[in-house]
Structures are given as structure tokens and as C-alpha cells.
């Protein structure tokens, strides 16, 4: 059977939701419980919205006008670099009833939350959500330190009804991303030289094999070569969207 692999690129503007002029693309993904709707806000940032509940995952405020988005029933932060934890995008989309999950690195600048080690498991807002570990093996700077170094950061494997959704944060193809199982939606992250090749990515992909691939966070990286890539991997759906 050949592989199913697509660029779609549709946007719509959420202002219905109250976010005005705004225009982002959406996907939506059907599981057991109803539909799971993820909004592709750019850069590693995204938001969920599944039975009533908004996630939102790393704002970043360079990217959207937060007070003019849903609030939040939960914020993931995967780790302490500034374009994914943001504590003003985080205020102005959060109310006196939002959680916030955020990786261990980040309990300086977030007082009031949850953090969650490598390996954690927890049930918050109703939803199964396991902090895969998320850092570097080969990329690092001039001083010779990984951009990030293994146990600060996580990757975040949420459970909508009935599909598993991995959103990787940075990472590369690390032993515990390629040993993940029954993923049915993968973010995997393409920003050059701080997370994975194309090539990185395919790899992993190919390893732990998602249903749906999203490459984001992805910046000056073409990702029609991820596309090239995975021509031959079979049943995996690869699914571009505005993810620069």
C-alpha cells in the first residue's frame, strides 16, 4: 500500500472564540470522547480543545495576542527557554481556576503549578498526561554544553478519549522517544541547530511510527524534506501546517 503522506495548509480565524483578527489553522482528530481540536498557534507553541477543556502548550506571546484567546483549563510548559515558558502569555490566558504543568527547570520563574520530572505520570483535568524526557545527544554550543542537557525538559504524551498525542517539546531522537508505542498524533520539533534534522525526525518517526506526524517548531528548516523522508515509511500520515 502506498504512504499516505499530504501538505495541507487551510487557516481559519478564531475569532468566534475571541481572538478577533487572528487567523491560525486547525486540525480536528476524532477520539472515543469527542473531537479534539488542535489550533496551530506557530513555533512550538499550540491549543488543544477537548470536551469543553483549552489547553494551551508553551505561549508564547511573540506569537499571539493571549488576552485575546480562550483561557486556559491547562497550560503544559515543557521547558525554561523563553519562547516556550513565557510567564506574561501564561497570566493573561489564565484564571484563578487554571493549571499549570510545567518541566522541573521551571520552578524559579512558575511558584504555582504542577511540575512534573522525566517519567512522571499524573491525572490533571481529567486527562492522563506523562512527561516524556525531552534533551539533546548531539547538538551544543560553542561551550560544548547540549542546548538541552537531558533531565530539564519534558516532552508531554497526553491521552484525548482514545488517542494517545505525543508533543515532543525540544528533543532529539532520543532512545525514549523512539521507544514509544501506540502514538496516534506526533509533534516532533525540526529548529535547527537547537533540535532534530529532518533526517532526526524521519528517524525517530520511522522508530516509534505515529498514525499522524506534525514537524513543528520548525523555523528557517524546509519541511518538505521530512516530507522526502518518509515517502517510504508506509502508513504514516505527515501533516505540514504553519509551524515557523
Same mark, same amino acid.
Given at each position: 500500500?502506498?504512504?499516505?503522506?499530504?501538505?495541507?495548509?487551510?487557516?481559519?480565524?478564531?475569532?468566534?472564540? /475571541?481572538?478577533?483578527?487572528? !487567523? #491560525? &489553522? $486547525?486540525?480536528? @482528530?476524532?477520539?472515543?470522547?469527542?473531537?479534539?481540536?488542535?489550533?496551530?498557534?506557530?513555533? /512550538?507553541?499550540?491549543?488543544? !480543545? #477537548? &470536551? $469543553?477543556?483549552? @489547553?494551551?502548550?508553551?505561549?508564547?506571546?511573540?506569537?499571539?495576542?493571549?488576552?485575546?484567546?480562550?483561557?486556559?483549563?491547562?497550560?503544559?510548559?515543557?521547558?525554561?527557554?523563553?519562547?516556550?515558558?513565557?510567564?506574561?502569555?501564561?497570566?493573561?490566558?489564565?484564571?484563578?481556576?487554571?493549571?499549570?504543568?510545567?518541566?522541573?527547570?521551571?520552578?524559579?520563574?512558575?511558584?504555582?503549578?504542577?511540575?512534573?520530572?522525566?517519567?512522571?505520570?499524573?491525572?490533571?483535568?481529567?486527562?492522563?498526561?506523562?512527561?516524556?524526557?525531552?534533551?539533546?545527544?548531539?547538538?551544543?554550543?560553542?561551550?560544548?554544553?547540549?542546548?538541552?542537557?537531558?533531565?530539564?525538559?519534558?516532552?508531554?504524551?497526553?491521552?484525548?478519549?482514545?488517542?494517545?498525542?505525543?508533543?515532543?517539546?525540544?528533543?532529539?531522537?532520543?532512545?525514549?522517544?523512539?521507544?514509544?508505542?501506540?502514538?496516534?498524533?506526533?509533534?516532533?520539533?525540526?529548529?535547527?541547530?537547537?533540535?532534530?534534522?529532518?533526517?532526526?525526525?524521519?528517524?525517530?518517526?520511522?522508530?516509534?511510527?505515529?498514525?499522524?506526524?506534525?514537524?513543528?517548531?520548525?523555523?528557517?528548516?524546509?519541511?518538505?524534506?521530512?516530507?522526502?523522508?518518509?515517502?517510504?515509511?508506509?502508513?504514516?500520515?505527515?501533516?505540514?501546517?504553519?509551524?515557523?
Amino acid at each position: 500500500m502506498k504512504p499516505l503522506v499530504f501538505l495541507i495548509l487551510f487557516s481559519v480565524a478564531i475569532g468566534s472564540a /475571541g481572538a478577533g483578527s487572528q !487567523a #491560525f &489553522e $486547525k486540525d480536528r @482528530i476524532e477520539t472515543s470522547a469527542g473531537d479534539l481540536e488542535i489550533t496551530f498557534i506557530g513555533h /512550538g507553541t499550540l491549543m488543544f !480543545a #477537548f &470536551e $469543553k477543556k483549552v @489547553i494551551h502548550v508553551d505561549p508564547w506571546g511573540k506569537l499571539a495576542d493571549y488576552a485575546a484567546l480562550p483561557k486556559a483549563d491547562l497550560i503544559l510548559v515543557t521547558h525554561s527557554h523563553g519562547d516556550h515558558l513565557d510567564p506574561d502569555a501564561i497570566a493573561a490566558v489564565s484564571t484563578d481556576k487554571t493549571v499549570c504543568v510545567f518541566a522541573r527547570n521551571c520552578v524559579q520563574t512558575l511558584k504555582k503549578g504542577i511540575p512534573m520530572g522525566n517519567g512522571d505520570v499524573k491525572t490533571v483535568c481529567g486527562l492522563t498526561i506523562e512527561a516524556i524526557p525531552a534533551y539533546n545527544l548531539v547538538h551544543k554550543r560553542d561551550s560544548g554544553a547540549h542546548f538541552h542537557p537531558k533531565g530539564n525538559g519534558n516532552g508531554y504524551l497526553i491521552t484525548f478519549g482514545n488517542k494517545r498525542v505525543y508533543v515532543a517539546g525540544d528533543t532529539e531522537n532520543t532512545p525514549e522517544t523512539k521507544a514509544l508505542k501506540d502514538i496516534d498524533v506526533a509533534f516532533l520539533p525540526m529548529n535547527l541547530p537547537y533540535t532534530m534534522t529532518p533526517e532526526m525526525v524521519a528517524d525517530a518517526a520511522k522508530a516509534f511510527r505515529p498514525k499522524i506526524l506534525y514537524p513543528y517548531h520548525f523555523s528557517d528548516t524546509d519541511p518538505n524534506r521530512l516530507v522526502e523522508l518518509m515517502k517510504d515509511a508506509g502508513e504514516i500520515e505527515v501533516r505540514i501546517r504553519r509551524m515557523r
